[in-house]
């Protein structure tokens, strides 16, 4: 199911997918992997995926980049907040 969930949403990323609706499919992803595979298994392989939800959106390269080097859900969760913050103020 996880593997079908990232397939399918780095096909529907287009720029018609609000970004709130990315992250809260994301955040639900990232939930379920650590409940399913532990936290570092789980956090290890939603890296992988983490390029599927920011792609076509400025900083997307800085936040996959940054992703591949977290451990731990609260900070893989932080980090997306934290963009979507950055984004959200961009856009004001």
């Not at 990232?30 to 992988?48: D, I, T, Y």
Request: aromatic fraction near 6%; include cysteine; charge should be positive.
């Amino acid at each position: 199911f996880l593997g079908a969930a990232a397939g399918a949403v780095s096909r529907a990323v287009a720029a018609d997918v609000p970004l709130g609706q990315r992250l809260a499919v994301f955040r639900r992803h990232l939930r379920l992997n650590v409940e399913f595979h532990g936290e570092g298994r789980g956090v290890r392989q939603l890296r992988k995926c983490v390029g599927g939800y920011v792609k076509g959106l400025p900083g997307a390269a800085e936040v996959r980049r940054r992703a591949m080097r977290l451990e731990r859900a609260d900070e893989l969760s932080a980090l997306m907040d934290e963009f979507e913050a950055n984004l959200t103020a961009r856009a004001a």
